[in-house]
Protein backbone atom coordinates (compact mmCIF):
# COMPACT_ATOMS: atom_id res chain seq x y z
CA UNK A 1 0.00 0.00 0.00
CA UNK A 2 1.76 3.29 -0.67
CA UNK A 3 2.35 5.74 1.89
CA UNK A 4 -0.13 8.38 1.21
CA UNK A 5 0.49 10.66 4.32
CA UNK A 6 4.64 10.70 3.45
CA UNK A 7 3.67 12.14 0.52
CA UNK A 8 1.84 14.95 1.32
CA UNK A 9 4.39 15.32 4.04
CA UNK A 10 7.31 15.62 1.83
CA UNK A 11 5.21 18.25 -1.10
CA UNK A 12 4.60 20.95 1.96
CA UNK A 13 7.56 23.10 3.92
CA UNK A 14 5.58 21.75 7.13
CA UNK A 15 3.51 19.05 7.80
CA UNK A 16 -0.66 19.09 7.95
CA UNK A 17 -1.40 20.96 11.36
CA UNK A 18 -3.87 18.13 12.07
CA UNK A 19 -4.73 14.76 10.04
CA UNK A 20 -5.66 11.37 11.52
CA UNK A 21 -3.23 8.77 11.79
CA UNK A 22 -3.86 5.81 9.06
CA UNK A 23 -1.50 2.95 10.99
CA UNK A 24 -1.76 1.75 6.73
CA UNK A 25 0.23 5.07 5.71
CA UNK A 26 3.54 4.50 8.83
CA UNK A 27 6.35 3.48 6.91
CA UNK A 28 6.49 -0.30 7.66
CA UNK A 29 9.65 -2.11 9.39
CA UNK A 30 11.23 -2.77 6.14
CA UNK A 31 10.72 0.63 4.77
CA UNK A 32 12.53 1.92 7.59
CA UNK A 33 15.32 -0.52 6.99
CA UNK A 34 14.81 -2.38 10.42
CA UNK A 35 15.04 -6.46 9.01
CA UNK A 36 14.91 -9.09 11.86
CA UNK A 37 14.26 -13.10 9.92
CA UNK A 38 10.82 -14.23 10.93
CA UNK A 39 11.32 -17.43 11.52
CA UNK A 40 13.67 -16.27 14.46
CA UNK A 41 11.51 -13.39 15.42
CA UNK A 42 8.15 -15.09 16.32
CA UNK A 43 10.50 -18.58 17.58
CA UNK A 44 11.42 -15.70 20.00
CA UNK A 45 7.66 -14.47 20.97
CA UNK A 46 6.35 -18.00 21.43
CA UNK A 47 9.42 -18.43 23.85
CA UNK A 48 8.86 -15.97 25.70
CA UNK A 49 4.92 -17.42 26.05
CA UNK A 50 6.36 -20.49 27.13
CA UNK A 51 8.59 -19.00 29.77
CA UNK A 52 5.90 -16.52 30.62
CA UNK A 53 3.11 -18.95 31.69
CA UNK A 54 5.96 -21.50 33.35
CA UNK A 55 6.71 -18.61 35.10
CA UNK A 56 3.38 -19.22 37.07
CA UNK A 57 4.14 -22.65 39.02
CA UNK A 58 1.20 -22.12 42.01
CA UNK A 59 -1.07 -21.30 39.88
CA UNK A 60 -0.58 -23.84 37.37
CA UNK A 61 -0.81 -26.26 40.56
CA UNK A 62 -3.77 -24.94 41.75
CA UNK A 63 -5.42 -25.44 38.35
CA UNK A 64 -4.50 -29.01 38.04
CA UNK A 65 -5.67 -29.72 41.00
CA UNK A 66 -8.94 -28.20 40.19
CA UNK A 67 -8.84 -30.18 36.56
CA UNK A 68 -8.64 -33.03 38.72
CA UNK A 69 -11.66 -32.59 41.01
CA UNK A 70 -14.09 -31.37 37.89
CA UNK A 71 -12.41 -34.68 36.29
CA UNK A 72 -13.30 -36.59 38.82
CA UNK A 73 -16.92 -35.48 39.58
CA UNK A 74 -17.80 -35.76 35.61
CA UNK A 75 -16.08 -39.02 35.41
CA UNK A 76 -18.57 -40.36 37.86
CA UNK A 77 -21.38 -38.84 36.35
CA UNK A 78 -20.37 -40.69 32.72
CA UNK A 79 -20.02 -43.70 34.66
CA UNK A 80 -23.68 -44.00 36.07
CA UNK A 81 -25.11 -42.26 32.46
CA UNK A 82 -22.88 -44.90 30.63
CA UNK A 83 -24.37 -47.65 33.20
CA UNK A 84 -27.72 -47.23 31.90
CA UNK A 85 -26.81 -46.82 28.79
CA UNK A 86 -23.76 -49.11 27.61
CA UNK A 87 -22.55 -48.01 24.06
CA UNK A 88 -24.22 -45.01 24.34
CA UNK A 89 -22.98 -42.61 21.43
CA UNK A 90 -20.73 -45.37 20.11
CA UNK A 91 -18.54 -44.96 23.44
CA UNK A 92 -17.71 -47.42 25.77
CA UNK A 93 -17.45 -46.82 29.40
CA UNK A 94 -13.58 -46.87 29.14
CA UNK A 95 -13.57 -44.35 26.11
CA UNK A 96 -16.10 -41.80 27.97
CA UNK A 97 -13.99 -41.61 31.06
CA UNK A 98 -11.12 -41.10 28.80
CA UNK A 99 -12.66 -38.16 27.07
CA UNK A 100 -13.79 -36.75 30.42
CA UNK A 101 -9.94 -35.95 31.20
CA UNK A 102 -8.70 -35.43 27.94
CA UNK A 103 -11.68 -32.55 27.88
CA UNK A 104 -9.53 -31.56 31.54
CA UNK A 105 -6.31 -31.59 29.43
CA UNK A 106 -7.03 -29.85 26.28
CA UNK A 107 -9.16 -26.91 28.75
CA UNK A 108 -6.42 -24.31 28.25
CA UNK A 109 -4.81 -25.78 25.58
CA UNK A 110 -7.27 -25.31 23.33
CA UNK A 111 -9.17 -22.24 24.84
CA UNK A 112 -12.41 -24.47 25.42
CA UNK A 113 -13.64 -21.92 27.75
CA UNK A 114 -11.24 -18.98 27.14
CA UNK A 115 -8.11 -18.74 25.13
CA UNK A 116 -6.61 -17.28 27.74
CA UNK A 117 -4.83 -14.14 25.98
CA UNK A 118 -8.06 -12.53 24.72
CA UNK A 119 -9.07 -10.31 27.68
CA UNK A 120 -5.37 -8.84 27.53
CA UNK A 121 -5.75 -8.18 23.78
CA UNK A 122 -9.29 -6.48 24.57
CA UNK A 123 -7.39 -4.30 27.08
CA UNK A 124 -4.59 -3.26 24.75
CA UNK A 125 -7.46 -2.28 22.69
CA UNK A 126 -9.42 -0.34 24.98
CA UNK A 127 -6.82 1.63 26.26
CA UNK A 128 -4.82 2.34 23.03
CA UNK A 129 -1.31 0.21 23.90
CA UNK A 130 -2.51 -1.60 20.69
CA UNK A 131 -0.70 1.45 18.83
CA UNK A 132 2.40 0.06 20.26
CA UNK A 133 1.87 -3.54 18.94
CA UNK A 134 0.65 -1.75 15.39
CA UNK A 135 4.30 -0.40 15.10
CA UNK A 136 6.07 -3.32 16.33
CA UNK A 137 7.95 -4.86 13.24
CA UNK A 138 5.74 -7.93 12.98
CA UNK A 139 2.42 -8.60 12.08
CA UNK A 140 -0.13 -8.57 14.82
CA UNK A 141 -1.82 -12.00 14.48
CA UNK A 142 1.00 -13.66 13.74
CA UNK A 143 2.83 -12.39 16.89
CA UNK A 144 -0.06 -13.03 19.33
CA UNK A 145 -0.27 -16.50 17.26
CA UNK A 146 3.09 -17.32 18.13
CA UNK A 147 2.60 -15.87 22.05
CA UNK A 148 -0.22 -18.51 22.08
CA UNK A 149 1.15 -21.09 20.48
CA UNK A 150 4.18 -20.72 23.52
CA UNK A 151 1.57 -20.88 25.70
CA UNK A 152 -0.26 -23.90 24.73
CA UNK A 153 3.26 -25.85 24.16
CA UNK A 154 3.19 -24.80 28.15
CA UNK A 155 -0.15 -26.06 29.19
CA UNK A 156 0.00 -28.99 27.43
CA UNK A 157 2.93 -29.92 29.44
CA UNK A 158 1.66 -28.17 32.78
CA UNK A 159 -2.04 -28.28 32.58
CA UNK A 160 -2.54 -31.31 29.91
CA UNK A 161 -0.38 -34.32 31.07
CA UNK A 162 -0.39 -33.80 34.99
CA UNK A 163 -4.74 -34.43 35.05
CA UNK A 164 -4.32 -37.22 32.58
CA UNK A 165 -1.64 -39.11 34.46
CA UNK A 166 -3.85 -38.47 37.60
CA UNK A 167 -6.95 -39.65 35.92
CA UNK A 168 -5.41 -42.58 34.55
CA UNK A 169 -4.07 -43.71 38.25
CA UNK A 170 -7.82 -43.65 39.55
CA UNK A 171 -9.67 -44.47 36.26
CA UNK A 172 -8.66 -47.34 34.16
CA UNK A 173 -9.49 -45.62 30.56
CA UNK A 174 -8.93 -46.47 27.38
CA UNK A 175 -5.34 -45.48 26.15
CA UNK A 176 -4.49 -45.25 22.47
CA UNK A 177 -2.80 -48.15 20.72
CA UNK A 178 0.82 -47.19 20.62
CA UNK A 179 3.01 -44.42 19.73
CA UNK A 180 1.85 -43.58 16.40
CA UNK A 181 -1.48 -42.85 17.78
CA UNK A 182 -0.50 -40.72 20.56
CA UNK A 183 1.20 -38.47 17.55
CA UNK A 184 -1.85 -38.57 15.85
CA UNK A 185 -3.46 -37.41 18.81
CA UNK A 186 -1.04 -34.60 19.38
CA UNK A 187 -0.99 -33.42 15.74
CA UNK A 188 -4.59 -32.79 15.94
CA UNK A 189 -4.64 -31.26 19.40
CA UNK A 190 -1.93 -28.97 17.63
CA UNK A 191 -4.49 -27.83 14.92
CA UNK A 192 -7.21 -27.64 17.61
CA UNK A 193 -5.36 -25.22 19.50
CA UNK A 194 -4.92 -23.38 16.13
CA UNK A 195 -8.74 -23.63 15.65
CA UNK A 196 -8.82 -22.07 19.35
CA UNK A 197 -6.75 -19.23 18.95
CA UNK A 198 -8.05 -18.02 15.65
CA UNK A 199 -11.74 -17.85 17.70
CA UNK A 200 -10.53 -16.16 20.22
CA UNK A 201 -8.25 -14.18 18.00
CA UNK A 202 -11.54 -13.05 16.12
CA UNK A 203 -13.61 -12.31 19.55
CA UNK A 204 -10.49 -9.80 20.43
CA UNK A 205 -10.90 -8.10 17.37
CA UNK A 206 -14.67 -7.32 18.36
CA UNK A 207 -12.99 -4.68 20.87
CA UNK A 208 -11.84 -2.48 18.24
CA UNK A 209 -15.49 -1.86 16.90
CA UNK A 210 -17.38 -2.34 20.50
CA UNK A 211 -14.76 -0.96 23.10
CA UNK A 212 -16.11 -3.33 25.85
CA UNK A 213 -16.11 -7.03 24.04
CA UNK A 214 -17.06 -8.47 27.41
CA UNK A 215 -20.68 -9.45 25.72
CA UNK A 216 -18.96 -10.98 22.58
CA UNK A 217 -16.43 -13.04 25.35
CA UNK A 218 -19.20 -13.92 27.26
CA UNK A 219 -21.38 -15.34 23.91
CA UNK A 220 -18.34 -17.42 22.73
CA UNK A 221 -17.60 -18.46 26.05
CA UNK A 222 -21.05 -19.69 26.21
CA UNK A 223 -20.87 -21.67 22.75
CA UNK A 224 -17.46 -22.96 23.61
CA UNK A 225 -18.71 -24.45 26.91
CA UNK A 226 -21.79 -26.02 25.36
CA UNK A 227 -20.22 -27.00 21.80
CA UNK A 228 -17.09 -28.00 22.26
CA UNK A 229 -18.35 -30.87 24.11
CA UNK A 230 -16.74 -30.02 27.19
CA UNK A 231 -19.85 -31.23 29.15
CA UNK A 232 -21.05 -34.28 27.07
CA UNK A 233 -19.59 -35.52 24.22
CA UNK A 234 -21.10 -34.08 21.03
CA UNK A 235 -22.30 -37.80 19.56
CA UNK A 236 -24.56 -37.84 23.01
CA UNK A 237 -26.53 -34.54 21.73
CA UNK A 238 -29.80 -35.61 19.89
CA UNK A 239 -30.94 -35.32 16.16
CA UNK A 240 -30.36 -32.00 14.26
CA UNK A 241 -28.48 -30.38 17.39
CA UNK A 242 -25.64 -33.05 17.34
CA UNK A 243 -25.28 -32.68 13.60
CA UNK A 244 -24.88 -29.01 13.74
CA UNK A 245 -22.61 -29.07 16.95
CA UNK A 246 -20.36 -31.63 15.09
CA UNK A 247 -19.86 -29.15 12.59
CA UNK A 248 -18.99 -26.83 14.06
CA UNK A 249 -15.80 -25.13 14.92
CA UNK A 250 -15.65 -25.93 18.23
CA UNK A 251 -15.81 -29.64 17.12
CA UNK A 252 -12.44 -29.43 16.28
CA UNK A 253 -10.97 -28.38 19.92
CA UNK A 254 -12.07 -31.91 21.93
CA UNK A 255 -14.41 -33.58 19.89
CA UNK A 256 -11.98 -34.19 17.25
CA UNK A 257 -8.82 -35.09 18.82
CA UNK A 258 -10.74 -37.25 21.69
CA UNK A 259 -12.11 -39.50 18.87
CA UNK A 260 -8.43 -39.22 17.03
CA UNK A 261 -7.22 -40.63 20.28
CA UNK A 262 -9.59 -43.20 20.73
CA UNK A 263 -8.95 -44.31 16.97
CA UNK A 264 -12.90 -43.76 15.64
CA UNK A 265 -11.03 -42.11 12.56
CA UNK A 266 -8.63 -45.10 12.57
CA UNK A 267 -5.27 -44.37 10.62
CA UNK A 268 -6.21 -43.65 6.66
CA UNK A 269 -8.36 -41.71 5.31
CA UNK A 270 -11.11 -41.06 8.13
CA UNK A 271 -8.10 -39.05 10.08
CA UNK A 272 -7.21 -37.03 6.81
CA UNK A 273 -11.11 -36.15 6.48
CA UNK A 274 -10.67 -35.46 10.09
CA UNK A 275 -7.07 -33.02 9.97
CA UNK A 276 -8.77 -31.45 6.84
CA UNK A 277 -11.99 -30.28 8.77
CA UNK A 278 -9.97 -28.89 11.61
CA UNK A 279 -7.77 -27.10 9.20
CA UNK A 280 -10.90 -25.98 7.42
CA UNK A 281 -11.91 -23.94 10.28
CA UNK A 282 -8.38 -22.51 11.05
CA UNK A 283 -8.11 -21.46 7.26
CA UNK A 284 -11.34 -20.16 7.84
CA UNK A 285 -11.46 -18.35 11.13
CA UNK A 286 -7.75 -17.18 10.53
CA UNK A 287 -8.31 -15.40 7.45
CA UNK A 288 -11.34 -14.15 8.94
CA UNK A 289 -9.68 -13.01 11.92
CA UNK A 290 -7.27 -10.84 9.20
CA UNK A 291 -9.66 -9.47 7.14
CA UNK A 292 -11.46 -7.91 11.26
CA UNK A 293 -7.81 -7.16 11.58
CA UNK A 294 -7.10 -5.47 8.43
CA UNK A 295 -10.72 -3.43 8.61
CA UNK A 296 -9.54 -2.39 12.03
CA UNK A 297 -6.26 -1.02 11.34
CA UNK A 298 -8.19 0.61 8.28
CA UNK A 299 -10.17 2.95 10.57
CA UNK A 300 -8.58 2.70 14.14
CA UNK A 301 -8.55 5.46 16.50
CA UNK A 302 -6.36 5.11 19.02
CA UNK A 303 -7.40 5.63 22.47
CA UNK A 304 -5.79 7.20 24.99
CA UNK A 305 -5.83 10.12 27.09
CA UNK B 1 -22.06 10.23 53.94
CA UNK B 2 -17.66 9.13 53.96
CA UNK B 3 -18.10 11.28 57.21
CA UNK B 4 -20.54 9.61 58.75
CA UNK B 5 -19.09 6.08 57.96
CA UNK B 6 -15.92 7.16 59.21
CA UNK B 7 -17.12 8.68 62.40
CA UNK B 8 -19.79 6.08 63.61
CA UNK B 9 -17.74 2.89 64.42
CA UNK B 10 -15.16 4.95 66.17
CA UNK B 11 -17.84 6.27 68.40
CA UNK B 12 -19.40 2.93 68.78
CA UNK B 13 -15.45 1.59 69.82
CA UNK B 14 -15.63 4.18 72.27
CA UNK B 15 -19.10 3.28 73.61
CA UNK B 16 -18.13 -0.62 73.58
CA UNK B 17 -15.23 -0.02 75.99
CA UNK B 18 -17.25 1.60 78.92
CA UNK B 19 -19.46 -1.75 78.70
CA UNK B 20 -18.22 -4.25 80.78
CA UNK B 21 -19.80 -7.52 79.44
CA UNK B 22 -17.95 -7.74 75.90
CA UNK B 23 -18.62 -11.26 74.56
CA UNK B 24 -22.15 -11.12 73.03
CA UNK B 25 -23.04 -7.35 72.61
CA UNK B 26 -19.87 -7.26 70.93
CA UNK B 27 -20.43 -10.20 68.47
CA UNK B 28 -23.84 -8.45 67.97
CA UNK B 29 -22.67 -4.81 67.44
CA UNK B 30 -19.54 -5.89 65.07
CA UNK B 31 -22.58 -8.09 63.26
CA UNK B 32 -24.61 -4.25 63.23
CA UNK B 33 -21.19 -3.00 61.91
CA UNK B 34 -20.44 -5.15 58.90
CA UNK B 35 -23.92 -5.79 57.86
CA UNK B 36 -24.27 -1.87 57.96
CA UNK B 37 -21.04 -1.61 55.54
CA UNK B 38 -21.49 -4.64 53.30
CA UNK B 39 -24.90 -2.65 52.54
CA UNK B 40 -23.41 0.29 51.67
CA UNK B 41 -20.68 -0.79 49.40
CA UNK B 42 -23.03 -3.18 47.49
CA UNK B 43 -25.99 -0.44 47.34
CA UNK B 44 -22.92 1.69 45.84
CA UNK B 45 -22.27 -1.11 43.21
CA UNK B 46 -25.68 -1.77 42.37
CA UNK B 47 -26.39 2.15 41.52
CA UNK B 48 -23.40 1.96 39.66
CA UNK B 49 -24.52 -0.62 37.86
CA UNK B 50 -27.84 0.41 37.19
CA UNK B 51 -26.61 3.25 35.34
CA UNK B 52 -26.43 1.04 32.21
CA UNK B 53 -29.40 -0.63 31.72
CA UNK B 54 -29.29 -2.19 29.14
CA UNK B 55 -26.38 -3.39 29.56
CA UNK B 56 -26.71 -4.88 32.94
CA UNK B 57 -30.06 -6.52 31.13
CA UNK B 58 -27.99 -8.04 28.89
CA UNK B 59 -25.27 -9.58 31.35
CA UNK B 60 -28.15 -11.09 33.36
CA UNK B 61 -29.52 -12.77 30.50
CA UNK B 62 -26.31 -14.13 29.42
CA UNK B 63 -25.14 -15.25 33.00
CA UNK B 64 -28.83 -17.06 33.27
CA UNK B 65 -28.30 -18.77 30.17
CA UNK B 66 -24.59 -19.78 31.27
CA UNK B 67 -26.16 -21.15 34.03
CA UNK B 68 -29.49 -22.77 32.19
CA UNK B 69 -26.65 -24.53 29.38
CA UNK B 70 -25.41 -25.99 32.68
CA UNK B 71 -28.96 -27.48 33.56
CA UNK B 72 -29.27 -28.38 29.32
CA UNK B 73 -26.79 -30.98 29.87
CA UNK B 74 -28.84 -33.05 32.41
CA UNK B 75 -31.72 -32.57 30.02
CA UNK B 76 -29.95 -33.80 27.25
CA UNK B 77 -28.72 -37.18 29.46
CA UNK B 78 -32.27 -37.95 30.50
CA UNK B 79 -33.16 -37.61 27.19
CA UNK B 80 -30.87 -41.28 26.98
CA UNK B 81 -31.82 -42.70 30.08
CA UNK B 82 -35.09 -43.12 32.51
CA UNK B 83 -32.48 -42.08 36.05
CA UNK B 84 -29.45 -41.83 36.73
CA UNK B 85 -28.25 -43.46 39.41
CA UNK B 86 -31.80 -44.63 40.67
CA UNK B 87 -32.76 -41.18 40.91
CA UNK B 88 -35.63 -39.83 38.51
CA UNK B 89 -35.57 -37.08 36.80
CA UNK B 90 -37.89 -34.81 39.19
CA UNK B 91 -35.11 -35.79 42.03
CA UNK B 92 -32.05 -34.83 40.29
CA UNK B 93 -33.53 -31.12 39.40
CA UNK B 94 -34.55 -31.05 42.77
CA UNK B 95 -31.02 -32.15 44.31
CA UNK B 96 -29.57 -29.47 41.16
CA UNK B 97 -31.92 -27.00 42.48
CA UNK B 98 -31.11 -26.90 45.95
CA UNK B 99 -27.57 -26.64 45.54
CA UNK B 100 -27.64 -24.48 42.59
CA UNK B 101 -29.86 -21.77 44.38
CA UNK B 102 -27.10 -22.48 47.53
CA UNK B 103 -24.86 -21.36 45.54
CA UNK B 104 -26.45 -18.60 43.52
CA UNK B 105 -27.19 -16.91 46.69
CA UNK B 106 -23.42 -17.64 47.99
CA UNK B 107 -22.17 -16.04 44.83
CA UNK B 108 -24.15 -13.18 44.43
CA UNK B 109 -23.46 -11.87 48.08
CA UNK B 110 -19.53 -13.49 48.49
CA UNK B 111 -18.95 -14.22 45.50
CA UNK B 112 -16.27 -10.77 44.95
CA UNK B 113 -13.77 -12.60 47.50
CA UNK B 114 -12.30 -14.96 44.43
CA UNK B 115 -10.28 -11.30 44.27
CA UNK B 116 -8.58 -11.70 47.22
CA UNK B 117 -5.51 -13.20 45.61
CA UNK B 118 -5.15 -9.80 43.39
CA UNK B 119 -5.46 -7.11 46.38
CA UNK B 120 -2.66 -9.36 48.15
CA UNK B 121 -0.69 -9.07 45.32
CA UNK B 122 -0.73 -5.38 43.80
CA UNK B 123 -1.53 -4.43 47.64
CA UNK B 124 -4.60 -2.60 46.89
CA UNK B 125 -6.25 -4.35 50.47
CA UNK B 126 -4.35 -1.39 52.50
CA UNK B 127 -6.89 0.85 51.17
CA UNK B 128 -9.35 -1.53 53.03
CA UNK B 129 -7.52 -1.85 55.78
CA UNK B 130 -7.21 2.05 56.35
CA UNK B 131 -11.22 2.37 56.36
CA UNK B 132 -12.72 2.10 59.91
CA UNK B 133 -14.78 -0.20 59.00
CA UNK B 134 -15.22 -4.30 58.79
CA UNK B 135 -12.68 -5.66 56.41
CA UNK B 136 -14.00 -8.57 55.68
CA UNK B 137 -17.73 -6.87 54.76
CA UNK B 138 -15.96 -4.16 52.39
CA UNK B 139 -13.92 -7.20 50.33
CA UNK B 140 -16.83 -9.40 50.17
CA UNK B 141 -19.30 -6.74 49.36
CA UNK B 142 -16.61 -4.63 46.66
CA UNK B 143 -17.22 -5.17 43.01
CA UNK B 144 -21.06 -6.70 43.83
CA UNK B 145 -22.66 -8.05 40.69
CA UNK B 146 -25.95 -7.86 40.73
CA UNK B 147 -25.97 -9.99 37.53
CA UNK B 148 -25.03 -12.91 39.68
CA UNK B 149 -28.74 -12.73 40.31
CA UNK B 150 -28.76 -14.78 37.08
CA UNK B 151 -27.12 -18.11 38.58
CA UNK B 152 -29.89 -17.31 41.54
CA UNK B 153 -32.77 -17.19 39.32
CA UNK B 154 -31.58 -20.56 37.09
CA UNK B 155 -31.39 -22.41 40.66
CA UNK B 156 -34.44 -21.17 41.84
CA UNK B 157 -36.28 -22.21 38.43
CA UNK B 158 -35.05 -25.80 38.69
CA UNK B 159 -35.89 -26.00 42.26
CA UNK B 160 -39.25 -24.67 41.79
CA UNK B 161 -39.90 -27.36 38.69
CA UNK B 162 -38.54 -30.63 40.40
CA UNK B 163 -40.59 -29.61 43.00
CA UNK B 164 -43.80 -29.31 40.89
CA UNK B 165 -42.77 -32.79 39.57
CA UNK B 166 -41.63 -34.73 42.70
CA UNK B 167 -45.00 -36.76 43.21
CA UNK B 168 -43.60 -39.82 45.19
CA UNK B 169 -43.16 -37.40 47.86
CA UNK B 170 -45.35 -37.21 51.31
CA UNK B 171 -44.92 -33.60 52.50
CA UNK B 172 -45.27 -33.31 56.37
CA UNK B 173 -44.55 -29.73 58.02
CA UNK B 174 -41.13 -30.64 58.75
CA UNK B 175 -39.81 -31.40 55.21
CA UNK B 176 -42.15 -28.31 54.05
CA UNK B 177 -39.78 -26.16 56.25
CA UNK B 178 -36.34 -28.22 55.79
CA UNK B 179 -36.25 -26.55 52.31
CA UNK B 180 -36.08 -23.04 52.70
CA UNK B 181 -33.99 -24.09 55.46
CA UNK B 182 -31.41 -25.88 53.31
CA UNK B 183 -31.19 -23.19 50.87
CA UNK B 184 -29.95 -20.51 53.51
CA UNK B 185 -27.71 -22.92 55.67
CA UNK B 186 -26.47 -24.64 52.27
CA UNK B 187 -25.71 -20.73 51.18
CA UNK B 188 -24.30 -20.41 54.26
CA UNK B 189 -21.75 -23.03 54.02
CA UNK B 190 -20.62 -22.47 50.47
CA UNK B 191 -20.03 -18.62 51.76
CA UNK B 192 -17.80 -19.81 54.75
CA UNK B 193 -15.83 -22.02 52.27
CA UNK B 194 -15.27 -18.96 50.04
CA UNK B 195 -14.41 -16.86 53.18
CA UNK B 196 -11.44 -19.59 53.86
CA UNK B 197 -10.52 -20.09 50.20
CA UNK B 198 -9.96 -16.11 50.14
CA UNK B 199 -8.29 -16.33 53.26
CA UNK B 200 -5.59 -18.92 51.84
CA UNK B 201 -4.96 -15.96 49.30
CA UNK B 202 -3.15 -14.48 51.74
CA UNK B 203 -0.71 -16.79 52.22
CA UNK B 204 -0.71 -18.39 48.62
CA UNK B 205 -1.82 -15.56 46.26
CA UNK B 206 -2.17 -17.62 43.15
CA UNK B 207 -3.70 -20.34 44.28
CA UNK B 208 -7.34 -19.01 43.83
CA UNK B 209 -8.27 -21.84 41.49
CA UNK B 210 -8.47 -24.37 44.46
CA UNK B 211 -11.25 -22.88 45.67
CA UNK B 212 -13.16 -22.81 42.79
CA UNK B 213 -12.89 -27.00 42.58
CA UNK B 214 -14.76 -26.55 46.60
CA UNK B 215 -17.16 -24.26 44.87
CA UNK B 216 -18.06 -24.83 41.47
CA UNK B 217 -16.71 -28.27 41.94
CA UNK B 218 -18.91 -28.84 44.88
CA UNK B 219 -21.83 -27.36 43.09
CA UNK B 220 -21.63 -29.27 40.39
CA UNK B 221 -20.82 -32.90 42.94
CA UNK B 222 -23.86 -31.88 44.80
CA UNK B 223 -26.33 -31.85 41.38
CA UNK B 224 -25.96 -35.33 41.19
CA UNK B 225 -27.28 -38.29 43.17
CA UNK B 226 -24.59 -39.47 45.90
CA UNK B 227 -25.10 -42.69 44.78
CA UNK B 228 -23.18 -42.91 41.67
CA UNK B 229 -20.37 -41.61 43.60
CA UNK B 230 -17.29 -43.60 45.09
CA UNK B 231 -18.10 -43.65 48.74
CA UNK B 232 -14.89 -42.57 49.74
CA UNK B 233 -15.86 -39.49 47.61
CA UNK B 234 -18.62 -38.89 49.72
CA UNK B 235 -17.59 -39.86 53.29
CA UNK B 236 -15.19 -36.82 51.93
CA UNK B 237 -18.11 -34.21 51.84
CA UNK B 238 -19.72 -34.74 54.43
CA UNK B 239 -16.85 -35.37 57.14
CA UNK B 240 -13.90 -33.21 55.46
CA UNK B 241 -15.32 -30.43 53.53
CA UNK B 242 -19.00 -30.62 54.65
CA UNK B 243 -20.49 -29.56 51.35
CA UNK B 244 -22.89 -32.56 51.85
CA UNK B 245 -24.81 -30.96 54.16
CA UNK B 246 -25.16 -28.11 51.91
CA UNK B 247 -28.18 -29.99 50.04
CA UNK B 248 -27.25 -34.32 49.87
CA UNK B 249 -28.19 -35.11 53.63
CA UNK B 250 -31.51 -33.31 53.83
CA UNK B 251 -32.37 -33.46 50.17
CA UNK B 252 -32.43 -37.26 51.02
CA UNK B 253 -34.48 -37.10 53.49
CA UNK B 254 -37.07 -34.68 51.98
CA UNK B 255 -37.49 -37.85 48.86
CA UNK B 256 -37.41 -40.44 51.21
CA UNK B 257 -34.39 -41.66 50.45
CA UNK B 258 -31.59 -43.51 52.74
CA UNK B 259 -28.50 -41.69 53.99
CA UNK B 260 -25.32 -42.58 52.67
CA UNK B 261 -24.00 -45.67 54.09
CA UNK B 262 -22.08 -44.82 57.85
CA UNK B 263 -23.95 -41.46 58.47
CA UNK B 264 -26.24 -41.60 60.87
CA UNK B 265 -29.96 -39.99 59.70
CA UNK B 266 -30.01 -37.57 62.13
CA UNK B 267 -27.67 -35.61 60.05
CA UNK B 268 -30.36 -34.49 57.49
CA UNK B 269 -30.79 -32.00 60.16
CA UNK B 270 -27.72 -31.01 61.33
CA UNK B 271 -27.46 -28.38 58.18
CA UNK B 272 -27.92 -25.24 60.53
CA UNK B 273 -25.46 -26.48 63.04
CA UNK B 274 -22.85 -27.22 60.48
CA UNK B 275 -23.08 -23.79 58.76
CA UNK B 276 -22.53 -22.25 62.04
CA UNK B 277 -19.30 -24.26 62.81
CA UNK B 278 -18.43 -23.21 59.26
CA UNK B 279 -18.73 -19.66 59.75
CA UNK B 280 -16.47 -20.07 63.13
CA UNK B 281 -13.81 -22.13 61.44
CA UNK B 282 -14.00 -19.38 58.65
CA UNK B 283 -13.56 -16.32 61.09
CA UNK B 284 -10.40 -18.17 62.27
CA UNK B 285 -8.99 -18.76 59.42
CA UNK B 286 -9.78 -15.02 57.78
CA UNK B 287 -8.56 -13.39 61.51
CA UNK B 288 -4.92 -15.43 61.16
CA UNK B 289 -4.75 -14.65 57.49
CA UNK B 290 -5.28 -10.96 57.98
CA UNK B 291 -2.81 -10.89 60.62
CA UNK B 292 -0.36 -12.61 58.75
CA UNK B 293 -1.17 -9.92 56.28
CA UNK B 294 2.29 -8.05 55.04
CA UNK B 295 1.95 -5.54 52.11
CA UNK B 296 3.51 -5.84 48.96
CA UNK B 297 6.89 -3.94 48.72
CA UNK B 298 6.59 -2.52 45.49
New interface residues.
Partial sequence: MPPEGDGKSARGSRPAPTRVVRFAALPSAAERGFTVPRPRLYATVAAGGFRRHAT?R??T???V??N???G???S??Y???WD??PR?GGYSVDDALAYVWIGQALLTVCGLMGGGFETELMERVRTGDIAVDLHRPADLQAWWLAANAGRCAFQLLGRGAAPMVIGALVFDFTLPDGPGRWAAFLLSVALGSLVGFALWYLVAMSAFWLLDG??VA??A??CG??FSGM??PLN???GALGDLARVLPWASLLQVPADVYLGRYGDGGGLVGAYAFQGCWALVLLAAGRAAQAAATRKVVVQGG | MAERTAAEPVARREGAAGVAGPGRARLVRRGGESWRTYRMVAGMWIRSTMTYRSSFALTLFSSFCVTFFDFVVILLMFGHVEGIGGFAFAEVAFLYGTAGTSFGLADLTTGSLQRMGRRVRDGSLDTFLLRPAPLLAQVAADGFALRRLGRLTQGLVVLVWGLLLLDGVTWTPLKVLLVPVTVVCGAVIFMAVMVVGASAQFWIQDAAEVTNSFTYGGNTLLQYPPTIFAQELVRGVVYVVPLAFVSWLPALYVLGRPAPAGVPSWAAFASPAVALVCCGLAGLVWRAGVRSYRSTGS
Fill in positions: YVAAAGFTSVFLVLYTIALERLQGQAWLMFLLVFP
